[in-house]
Every structure is written in C-alpha cells, then in structure tokens.
C-alpha cells in the first residue's frame, strides 16, 4: 500500500523496505596479523551487500575522537555483526567496567574517526573496534599521549580539540612457543597535529549504531617477516584544515 508520495504505509510498526545500507556504521579494521589498516566498503552484490577490504596502511591518516572512547566486552564471529557491551571511557571510573555478556566475548576498545580525503572513500567517518592486544597497548599509548597534550591544543574558544594520527610504523610482538607461536604486528600511532572536531564526526554510542559486518576472509598473514612501515608523513607538513574540512 502506497501513502501517495512514493513511500510504503507502514502498517506493522516497522519499516518494511530493504535495507540501504545508511543505518550502519562503516568501519576501519587494524588487522594485529598484518600490520595493515583496511577501510571496509559496503558494496551491493547480487545477494546482498558483502565487505570490500581496502588496504590504506601506506597513506592512513585520521583524526581520532578519543574523548569518545567506548571500552568494554567484544565478539567478532564468522558471518555474524559483531557483538559489543561497552561503555564510555569517561564512565567507568564512576561505574564500573560492563559485566561480561558471554566467556566468548573479550575486552576491546571502540572508537569513531574520520579519515583524511586520500583515504576516506564516500563515506570518511568511521568507526574501529578491536580486542587485539597489540591494538589495544597502541591506542592505550595514544590515548596517554593525547591526555597529556589536549591542555596545550584548545582552539580559540577554549575547547579541546581532536588529534589528527598517522601510522608510523609496525612492530611484530611474538608470543608463544613450538605450534603455538604466533606473530602479531603492534602499531605506532602518531599525532601529526591538532583540529577542531569536524562537523560530521557526531559520537554514537555502540548501542545506537549498528555494526557493519564484517569482511569475507581475511587479510594475507605476513609470516615473521616484518611489515615494512609506511612514509613518515612529518616532514610533510600537510595542512590538516583541508585534510578533514
């Protein structure tokens, strides 16, 4: 049944037309196995949307929302949207940490970014989520390093401005020993410099944004070989304004 302007009457309560996609949270993916940083793409298929990885490590740069920053309970299973019970950083001193939902669920870190126009696609804020230990020892470095910076970058109404974080390099951390050695990759985050939060960088809570899914197979593994790092963008010196305006 049609209400006259294109649009299907909403009889259940519900809407009842296909998905377009626009209700998920597109997501940047740090793959610890790799060392690489993907953007994962929404892509229609003849069956349906499927998770296009694109492998930005060489030119990623980003500024990072962490006064935002979510922690709490993860689980990321095949052909399934990841499931998470998290709560705001700023919260769990007064709170407490979110009971865990399952034994299968591990400790993570979620966070909303928006990427640089070189490597942002169509759809540059994002979010990145993980339970990795080399990605959680790294993003728990930067948040220390930004803690300790954000008194001396205020803008010019007194607010704290965000960090604009490049990838400095990959380091690979072994653990392990025998079968069970394993090889994952710990990366550098840098601060190349400091901006006012853009407009659209709006902080939705896990809870309110749905989760997109996750990409078909994985990256390729890397061995013990080293990821090489990519450039040092310092020296550069961009200008970050027109970077994420």
């Known amino acids: 049944m049609s209400t006259g302007n294109g649009q299907q009457k909403n009889i259940f309560g519900f809407s009842t037309a296909p998905s377009t996609g626009a209700d998920f ?12 940083v993907f953007r994962v793409d929404r892509v229609q298929g003849v069956d349906g949307f499927t998770g296009e990885q694109v492998d930005i490590t060489a030119i990623f740069r980003a500024v990072f929302d ?3 920053v979510e922690v709490g309970w993860m689980l990321f299973a095949a052909g399934q949207a990841p499931s998470m019970v998290l709560s705001p950083l700023a919260d769990v001193a007064s709170k407490g940490f979110p009971a865990q939902p399952s034994t ?7 966070l909303l970014l928006k990427l640089a126009k070189a490597c942002g696609g169509d759809k540059p804020v994002r ?6 230990k080399a990605f959680l020892g790294a993003i728990e470095q930067l948040y220390l390093t930004y803690l300790d910076e954000r008194e001396k970058n205020k803008d010019a109404q007194g607010k704290y401005q965000l960090p604009v974080v490049s990838l400095l390099k990959t380091e690979p951390v072994t653990s392990g020993s025998g079968a069970q050695k394993s090889t994952n990759y710990r990366p550098t985050w840098k601060i190349d410099g400091w901006v006012p939060r853009p407009e659209d960088l709006i902080y939705m809570p896990a809870a ?3 989760a997109a899914p996750a990409a078909p ?3 390729p593994a890397t061995g013990s070989t080293p990821v090489p790092p990519p450039p040092d963008y310092s020296a550069a010196k961009p200008n970050l304004a027109d970077d994420f305006g």
Do not use: C, F, W
């Open 208 to 210: 309110q944004a749905a």
């Open 127 to 132: 979010e990145i989520a993980s339970v990795a």
């Open 25 to 36: 949270t597109p997501i940047v993916k740090y793959d610890a196995r790799a060392g690489r």
């Open 217 to 219: 197979g994985a990256a």
């Open 104 to 110: 299968l669920h591990k400790q993570g870190v979620r």
């Open 66 to 68: 962490l006064e935002n």
